[in-house]
């Protein structure tokens, strides 16, 4: 296995992950309404990154596009997205990185038959571009910016359609959709087999998740600038019953999911997911450098 981060694709966060003693970086190139940055301009600093690479020996395990937008209210492929997906795949591919990780949209106007459709229809073409780049491919199983293609429902309509792609799996997602027991321990047992790349990213819940209404509000607030001061804290401020503290401090029993990874033979990379607003500056750096303490003790057979 390889442990790895989740950093902004800038030439310092290779430094800062060869501080860290780290493997490699992930770089999430999202559409810019979702914490991304233009592609064209990730495209003009590859040459600066690859060469961060090299002199650091830090390699690049991972590029993603979480939150894309590509399938339009009539179930057909949005050509500007997909544009978008293959400069994401060509500056990963550019910088040696092994995997895309991906996601759909729902698309509310058209059926759950024509989605579903619809995404095995984009996700073979992605998979192929990937590919041909020298990639492999893995659904994320997060919600943000629409993403359906995350639990075992949908698993079993679409991995079967689309050879070659995987599941990026991060065990605090399946808190909104399994409460604060979650579901990762039963969807690791049945699904292990297709996990290509998994997310390190600790998580408390009290209850239900709210993390769906959470993104509701902000698809709420994109539409109405105007009310986003007093609709964004709620969605994004403080949560009372939420955290993602670091992993090893946090209720996700990482030794079980662990053993899953064995028990399916997983050699692949870990990507510590930094993701709390409680959890920053001096606090949040003690917190990294717990959890890469805390992951690499668990990583018995290296």
């Known amino acids: 296995?390889?442990?790895?981060?989740?950093?902004?694709?800038?030439?310092?966060?290779?430094?800062?992950?060869?501080?860290?003693?780290?493997?490699?970086?992930?770089?999430?190139?999202?559409?810019?309404?979702?914490?991304?940055?233009?592609?064209?301009?990730?495209?003009?600093?590859?040459?600066?990154?690859?060469?961060?690479?090299?002199?650091?020996?830090?390699?690049?395990?991972?590029?993603?596009?979480?939150?894309?937008?590509?399938?339009?209210?009539?179930?057909?492929?949005?050509?500007?997205?997909?544009?978008?997906?293959?400069?994401?795949?060509?500056?990963?591919?550019?910088?040696?990185?092994?995997?895309?990780?991906?996601?759909?949209?729902?698309?509310?106007?058209?059926?759950?038959?024509?989605?579903?459709?619809?995404?095995?229809?984009?996700?073979?073409?992605?998979?192929?571009?990937?590919?041909?780049?020298?990639?492999?491919?893995?659904?994320?199983?997060?919600?943000?910016?629409?993403?359906?293609?995350?639990?075992?429902?949908q698993w079993k309509l679409v991995l079967d359609e689309v050879p070659g792609l995987g599941i990026k799996y991060d065990p605090s997602h399946s808190f909104v959709h399994g409460g604060q027991n979650g579901a990762y321990l039963e969807e690791g047992l049945q699904w292990g087999s297709r996990f290509k790349y998994c997310h390190v990213k600790g998580v408390i819940q009290r209850g239900d998740s709210h993390e769906a209404e959470h993104w509701a509000m902000r698809d709420f607030v994109v539409k109405h600038p105007e009310l986003k001061d007093e609709l964004l804290p709620q969605a994004f401020g403080g949560d009372p019953d939420y955290d993602n503290p670091p992993a090893g401090i946090d209720v996700i029993n990482w030794r079980a999911f662990f053993?899953?990874?064995?028990?399916?033979?997983?050699?692949?990379?870990?990507?510590?997911?930094?993701?709390?607003?409680?959890?920053?500056g001096e606090k949040g750096d003690k917190g990294v450098r717990y959890t890469i303490k805390y992951i690499r003790d668990l990583m018995i057979l290296d």
């Open 1 to 153: 296995m390889k442990l790895g981060i989740i950093m902004p694709p800038k030439a310092e966060s290779f430094d800062r992950a060869k501080d860290l003693g780290l493997d490699f970086l992930e770089f999430d190139c999202n559409p810019t309404d979702f914490f991304g940055v233009p592609t064209a301009d990730l495209l003009a600093a590859k040459e600066e990154l690859k060469a961060a690479s090299e002199r650091t020996g830090i390699e690049v395990g991972a590029v993603g596009r979480w939150a894309s937008h590509i399938i339009d209210s009539e179930g057909n492929v949005v050509e500007e997205e997909w544009n978008e997906v293959k400069n994401v795949i060509d500056f990963g591919a550019f910088l040696g990185a092994k995997h895309y990780l991906c996601s759909v949209n729902y698309v509310k106007s058209i059926s759950y038959y024509k989605n579903i459709t619809a995404a095995i229809k984009v996700l073979n073409d992605i998979v192929a571009y990937a590919k041909d780049h020298g990639m492999e491919t893995a659904i994320v199983n997060c919600m943000m910016g629409d993403n359906y293609i995350r639990t075992p429902e």
């Open 259 to 280: 053993a899953i990874l064995y028990k399916y033979g997983y050699d692949g990379y870990l990507a510590i997911e930094p993701h709390s607003p409680t959890w920053m």
